[in-house]
């Protein structure tokens, strides 16, 4: 019997010399493993070369992260992006049907940056392709010439939603400091989800999935770096992780009855 749960995590579709290879950034792995206290998995973007069910039967939840490539603009019906804007096609064919059915399924869900994004997208939402160019929007990009630990510091402030998810794991707290590393953002949300936190110009900064039957929250910041060092990072990790491991008991209880009764 197993003692964690395992957590699918996406991967990116890239080339790694010439070679088409599935990839995940370290940092998402170790926030599974030592914050969510779960048994991390490589999820590849197969899209339906892997079958969505089997895919959901195989973990006790998902991790889906940032990357650096953009959802393709026609999943969510806009103009083509432009030009030498990184796209990843096969992530886009794997995640938007997954983290539908996994909500739907009680599969614990967390969705990072890209994640949120692809959350919202598969909620039947849209997205600003460049939100500093948004009329009232601020500027949400890193400075990629600055330090990673730069990069990463909080560096504006979110409200979050009264009575949320978020603002449980927060304990209560109005507000909270995060990092910002995006070009893109939330324009119209999806159907069925709920706002848990917006930035000073009223960008949205985290969803969740209204009435979902496990835990399902998208953040557009990114809680996995040096997450120990924030409260807030290290309670959504705790509890996704705790989520992950609700399902995993539910499993194996019910595994057992029907292997008393067989």
Known sequence: MRHKPI??????????????????GEKYIAAIVDGSNALAMLLPAFGDRQCVDEVL??????????????????????ASSEPGTL???????????????????????????????EMNVAFGGTL?????????????????????????????????ARGGMLQRLARGAREARVNSLHGQGIARL????????????????????????????????????KYTDDPLSTAI????GDACRQRMTTRSNADAVATLHA
């Open 128 to 160: 600003h392709q460049s939100v500093h160019a948004v009329c009232g929007l601020n500027d949400h990009r890193e400075n990629k010439a600055d330090s990673l630990d730069a990069q990463y510091a909080a560096s504006h402030s979110i409200a979050l």
């Open 87 to 117: 796209h990843d096609a096969a992530r886009d064919a794997t995640t938007l049907p997954l983290i539908r059915a996994a909500t739907t399924a009680g599969v614990p869900v967390l969705a990072i940056c890209r994640g949120l994004q």
């Open 7 to 24: 957590v699918g995590i996406t991967a990116d579709r890239t080339l790694l010399g010439a070679h088409p290879s599935h990839m995940v």
């Open 237 to 240: 990790f705790r509890a996704f």
């Open 190 to 225: 999806g159907t069925g989800l709920t706002i848990e936190a917006t930035a000073t110009d009223g960008l949205i900064e985290a969803i969740s999935v209204k009435d979902a039957p496990a835990f399902a929250l998208g953040v557009q910041w990114h809680p996995e770096w």
């Open 57 to 78: 039967a195989t973990v006790d939840g998902l991790l889906f992260t940032g990357s650096y490539s953009n959802v393709e603009p026609q999943r969510y019906g806009a």
